[in-house]
C-alpha cells in the first residue's frame, strides 16, 4: 500500500522560513515524479511545484519561483520543500502527491498545516 | 498558465438526482484532465483519469467525458457519501493548475 506522510508544519513569521517533509513507503519512489499542493482556509487546490523521479527537473508555481525549492533523497524516499521569505499568502494545508506517469496525482498525503503570521 | 474554469460553483442536489460539472481550459489540453473529489477535512482522491477513464475503486456512478478545451464529470445518482467538492486538473506542459472546485451539497 502507497503511503505519503508530511511533517513539518509550522507557526513562522513572515519572512521566515520552513522545511516540508514528506515521507513515503510501498512504492519504487525514485521511479516516480513527486508535487507540492497547497490549499489555503477555506480555498481550493493550487499547484506549488514538481520534482521528476531523478530530481533533475523542478517547476514552480509563480509565485513561489525564487522563495520555494523542492528536492527529493531517493535513497530515504522522501521529498522536501525549503520555503524561504515565507509571506501570509502562503498559509495554507501543504499536501504532497505522487504522480502517476507524470499526469495524474494518485495518492496524496493527509496534508501538514502552514502559518504565517506574526 | 492553462487556466480551468468550473461551473457551478456550488450545486445543491437531492439524492439520486444526476449531477453536471463542467470545466473548460484556457487551451487545447487534449485529454490531460483528471477529476478529483475532496471531503471536508481529507486530502484529494482521484476519481477519473485522462478525461473519461475510471479509476480504481471508484463507483460506476462517477463518469467523465470531453476533450481539448470542453469537460464534463457526470454523477449518476447522487449519493449522501457524495457530499464534496469536486476539482478538475490538468497536466499538460511544464505547469499544471487546478479549476477552482465545485461544491456539492445534498439537499
Known amino acids: 500500500e502507497m503511503q505519503l506522510s508530511e511533517s513539518g508544519g509550522a507557526l513562522v513569521q513572515p519572512g521566515g522560513s520552513l522545511r516540508l517533509s514528506c515521507a513515503t513507503s510501498?512504492?519504487?519512489?525514485?521511479?516516480?515524479?513527486m508535487s507540492w499542493v497547497r490549499q489555503a482556509p477555506g480555498k481550493g487546490l493550487e499547484w506549488v511545484s514538481s520534482?521528476?523521479?531523478?530530481?533533475?527537473?523542478?517547476y514552480y508555481v509563480d509565485s513561489v519561483e525564487g522563495r520555494f525549492t523542492i528536492s527529493r533523497d531517493n535513497y530515504r524516499n522522501t521529498l522536501f520543500l525549503q520555503m524561504n521569505s515565507l509571506r501570509a499568502e502562503d498559509t495554507a494545508v501543504y499536501y504532497c502527491?505522487?504522480?502517476?506517469?507524470?499526469?495524474?496525482?494518485?495518492?496524496w498525503g493527509q496534508g501538514s498545516l502552514v502559518t504565517v503570521s506574526s | 498558465e492553462i487556466v480551468l474554469t468550473q461551473s457551478p460553483d456550488f450545486q445543491s442536489v437531492t439524492p439520486k438526482e444526476r449531477v453536471t460539472i463542467s470545466c473548460r481550459a484556457s487551451?487545447?489540453?487534449?485529454?490531460?484532465l483528471h477529476w478529483y473529489q475532496q471531503k471536508p477535512g481529507q486530502s484529494p482522491q482521484l476519481l477519473i483519469k485522462?478525461?473519461?477513464q475510471s479509476f480504481s475503486g471508484v463507483p460506476s456512478r462517477f463518469s467523465g467525458s470531453g476533450s481539448g478545451t470542453d469537460f464534463t464529470l457526470i454523477i449518476n445518482g447522487l449519493e449522501t457519501e457524495d457530499a464534496a467538492t469536486y476539482y478538475c486538473?490538468?497536466?499538460?506542459?511544464?505547469?499544471?493548475?487546478f479549476g477552482g472546485g465545485t461544491k456539492v451539497e445534498i439537499k
Open positions: 487551451q487545447n489540453i487534449g485529454n490531460n
Open positions: 520534482i521528476s523521479g531523478p530530481g533533475t527537473t523542478t
Open positions: 510501498g512504492f519504487p519512489f525514485s521511479s516516480y515524479a
Open positions: 502527491g505522487k504522480l502517476y506517469s507524470g499526469s495524474y496525482f494518485d495518492s
Open positions: 486538473h490538468q497536466t499538460t506542459g511544464l505547469r499544471q493548475t
Open positions: 485522462f478525461a473519461s
